[in-house]
């Protein structure tokens, strides 16, 4: 049996899809392709979601359909560009949105059956329109407009820490160990945060100090899971209800007793792109942030680029999907996965030092309130992938923030149902909404070298 993964010395490592492999063989050797049968798997998961949103729709927006006008305001105060507002009629747009989403139910449908993908852009589609009938419908006659860019800035501003554990996830598992101390790092990257900038009054220190806070809570996790063979989901546990309690015993006995001293921290200013900051709905949202969001794109478009278009990301995919033949060519497997599982949680930590220099502001008791395993959630729903794994978190972010807002406006929506709906998009995400999820074949599994 040939390795999946093939190659001369330590830098020619390939990582080859079986799959593949099949495909080159048959178009090489025709004949080759007899007797072999062709396994499908159909998943059904994407079409009987479509068809759920879609019965939620006309139930919501036709049965207990709201009469009345929702108006959508797209542009602050402070925009240079000025665009109208946006207003509809609530009970026919809700039945239009109600047609078009069973319409969609039906095409997830027609495509598993004919043993088709159901593409991801067809979720996303599903999505806005969804989300677009549901306001229309809680805004119908209200007082208030839906302020669109308000909105969206709230909804980026709550998935950063999440798109940074979801970056740490990623790495992590693809390397083959599952982080599920993303909360712990992301706790003790805010608590180490404040401290430091509030001794030192330079929030770049605390920065820097929360990132080396994540990766020793990534030591911890990496010695024992990798060296001495601890089941890896255990010590991740462990190690988020140690820093929880850690963090609660020092913020109760030292902060909050000298918390001018010691937990009153800087926050970095907002920077405004030129021209960028001014581009109406994308630059309130992506363009009039602080610093620690903008490393955020860059460590976004750097992880995805290093995972599958270096060499390193080359050789941590092999050892996440195939340690034994990784070490075959020369990969130190445990040495790799250490290293690795430390960088993760440094990149964590930039996320929880966003809690206390760029939002919060003081630290408080368990302040991430569970983002850890959310971010944990986005990677299962990005299926491994840095941008499909930040889309994920940038939803979460939103489910979040859209309970504020329509707690704003008087929603007819109970505010304890809002309260839920983050982590009711949380079970949908890891059910597998969007299909079939497979995760890196090594992920949880200690190597013990033969």
Do not use: C
């Amino acid at each position: 049996m040939s390795s999946p993964i093939t190659g001369s010395g330590n830098l020619g490592v390939e990582v080859v899809d079986p799959g593949a492999v099949s495909s080159a063989t048959q178009h090489e050797h025709p004949d080759s392709s007899k007797g072999l049968e062709k396994t499908i798997v159909k998943s059904w998961k994407a079409p009987i979601g479509y068809a759920v949103f879609a019965l939620i729709a006309l139930l919501l927006f036709v049965i207990l359909g709201r009469d009345g006008l929702s108006t959508f305001t797209l542009s602050g105060d402070n925009d240079l560009i000025q665009l109208p507002d946006v207003v509809v009629v609530a009970r026919p747009t809700g039945l239009i949105v109600t047609v078009l989403l069973v319409v969609i139910a039906i095409v997830g449908f027609l495509l598993v059956r004919v043993n088709r993908r159901v593409p991801l852009w067809l979720t996303a589609v599903l999505g806005v329109l969804f989300l677009f009938g549901f306001l229309a419908w809680a805004d119908a006659g209200a007082s208030l407009p839906i302020q669109v860019a308000g909105l969206l800035v709230g909804s980026v501003s709550l998935s950063v820490p999440l798109i940074f554990g979801a970056l740490g996830g990623v790495i992590s598992e693809r390397v083959g160990v599952v982080n599920v101390a993303i909360e712990g790092q992301l706790l003790a990257g805010a608590f180490m945060a404040a401290v430091v900038t509030s001794v030192t009054g330079l929030p770049v220190l605390g920065l820097i100090t929360a990132a080396i806070a994540g990766a020793l809570v990534s030591f911890v996790l990496a010695a024992f899971a990798i060296k001495y063979l601890v089941d890896q989901v255990i010590v991740g546990v462990v190690l988020n209800v140690l820093v929880i309690g850690l963090t609660n015993f020092l913020f109760s006995q030292v902060l909050s007793k000298n918390a001018e001293i010691l937990n009153s921290p800087v926050r970095f200013d907002r920077i405004n792109i030129p021209l960028l900051s001014e581009i109406p709905l994308i630059g309130p949202t992506l363009f009039r942030q602080t610093i620690i969001v903008y490393l955020m794109y860059i460590a976004v478009a750097v992880v995805f680029f290093a995972l599958f278009h270096t060499k390193w990301g080359l050789r941590v995919r092999a050892v996440g999907e195939h340690p034994q033949a990784a070490d075959t060519v020369g990969i130190n497997v445990n040495g790799t996965r250490f290293w690795n599982v430390m960088l993760a949680g440094a990149i964590t930590g930039l996320g929880g030092a966003y809690f206390t220099l760029g939002s919060v502001g003081a630290f408080n008791k368990e302040m991430t309130a569970g983002a850890g395993y959310i971010a944990l959630a986005a990677v299962i729903f990005g299926q491994w992938d840095p941008i499909r794994a930040t889309l994920a978190a940038l939803l979460f972010g939103f489910a979040t923030n859209l309970q504020s807002s329509l707690g704003i406006i008087g929603s007819p929506v109970p505010s304890e149902f809002m309260l839920m709906l983050p982590y009711v998009l949380t079970i949908f995400a890891v059910a597998g909404l969007v299909g079939r999820s497979r995760g890196p074949a090594a992920s949880g599994k200690p190597y013990i070298k033969s």
